[in-house]
């Protein structure tokens, strides 16, 4: 068994390098892990998630535990969650999701987790057949409560405005967790927060270590869309603080999108959403230099052995795929006014819109008229169309950053 083990383990995690001296974090974001329950994946709830981005909610538990399997089996010195843990900040999401976790910590492994705007105060709600009732959620308090074995309990420092904390990973590293999604400041840095980041990045300059900085909002603009509601309230400060040492990247999540950011004073890695295909998670590798790569949560594998039958999770990569691809055609639908070919142009969309979320924009096809042909539309989404393509296309996936 003990040799099974190891070799499960050589098989999913050929991401990570070999270097045992060389920290590794494992980083995901945006799991939106909805309690089964509080959900009977009937026609409500089947209606909800079919018609909204691409999540494959009908399959969070199964793919949730899949990823808590492959962390184990992967052993990195760290993982990171920055946010957006739940559906919509369900307690039994937030209960259930952290014994998960816990399995994690009990193997040996620190688990850090932020709250992302779905996490706190929200509506949260449960889904039976044609309807939905409301359920408890949680407060900041509460959240500190359920996760205080995943960062809280052996935090360095806490932040007493907000659920920030800083956790020692190494002699040389620690880690940034930056809350910004306090009641007071939704989305923004409260300016006691800001001052008590400013301590924490003086002490580890003090102490020779360097950091790597994590929030769920971005710290830098990604697309020119996505500004507003994305980009931390008090970003440029923050900033300033970071540039000024020793952070070496911050990390994030929330747009859902698979993007890297290293022409600002300070680079950012945004990790795609692990509840949407490809379900990838981001592998931070810090050696020589910070090395950071994207990996898959195996799902097929995970259903194999146990046994399972049921055809999606023994293909997940292609039911998840063919999943957001539906569900970005549809959209695509609704958005084109008028077109001799409207299927066409609409699977154009779903290729396109898949590339991006993935951070695979160098794999896109770029070819024939249809990006004049969407600039026909008067729609939001020819905007939008417009605003991935005026970046270059490139793989967003992979990145060296230098150690300042």
């Not at 309690?35 to 209606?47: C, E, I, K, M, V």
């Not at 971005?218 to 603080?241: C, R, V």
């Not at 020589?288 to 790569?293: H, P, R, T, V």
Request: glycine letters at 6%; charged letters at 20%.
């Amino acid at each position: 068994m003990k040799k099974l083990f190891i070799l499960l383990a050589l098989l999913v995690c050929a991401c990570i390098p070999a270097r045992a001296e060389a920290p590794v974090i494992l980083i995901a974001t945006d799991l939106h892990y909805l309690s089964p329950q509080l959900t009977d994946n009937g026609p409500f709830f089947n209606g909800l998630v079919s018609a909204a981005d691409g999540k494959v909610m009908l399959y969070i538990d199964p793919l949730c535990e899949a990823f808590t399997e492959q962390v184990i089996a992967c052993a990195p010195d760290a993982l990171v969650l920055s946010g957006d843990l739940t559906f919509n900040g369900e307690r039994q999401s937030h209960v259930d999701l952290a014994a998960k976790l816990q399995r994690i910590v009990d193997a040996g492994i620190p688990v850090l987790v932020l709250p992302g705007n779905h996490d706190l105060n929200t509506s949260a709600h449960a889904f039976c057949g044609d309807g939905y009732t409301s359920v408890e959620n949680v407060t900041a308090a509460q959240f500190r409560e359920i996760y205080a074995a995943m960062g809280y309990d052996d935090a360095l420092a806490c932040d007493p405005a907000s659920l920030s904390y800083v956790r020692q990973l190494t002699e040389d590293w620690r880690i940034l967790m930056l809350d910004v999604n306090t009641p007071e400041a939704p989305g923004a840095v409260r300016p006691e927060t800001l001052a008590w980041v400013q301590r924490q990045l003086e002490d580890a300059r003090s102490a020779g270590a360097r950091v790597i900085a994590v929030s769920h909002q971005n710290l830098l603009g990604h697309n020119a869309l996505f500004t507003a509601n994305y980009i931390i309230g008090g970003a440029d400060q923050l900033e300033a603080l970071y540039a000024a040492g020793p952070v070496v990247c911050n990390v994030s999540g929330h747009m859902h999108i698979q993007h890297i950011r290293r022409d600002g004073s300070v680079p950012e890695i945004v990790t795609s959403a692990l509840s949407v295909y490809p379900n990838q998670y981001g592998v931070l590798t810090l050696g020589d230099a910070a090395g950071y790569e994207t990996a898959s949560v195996d799902v097929s594998a995970w259903a194999e052995r146990r046994g399972l039958t049921d055809e999606a999770l023994l293909d997940f990569a292609a039911y998840s795929e063919e999943f957001f691809r539906t569900t970005a055609a549809a959209q695509a639908v609704q958005a084109i006014w008028h077109d001799a070919d409207i299927p066409e142009l609409a699977a154009w969309f779903a290729e396109l819109n898949t590339a991006y979320f993935s951070g695979r924009m160098d794999q896109a096809d770029l070819s024939g008229d249809h990006p004049e042909r969407w600039q026909q539309q008067p729609s939001f989404m020819a905007t939008y169309i417009r605003s991935i393509l005026m970046e270059e296309p490139q793989d967003h996936t992979r990145v060296v950053l230098p150690l300042p």
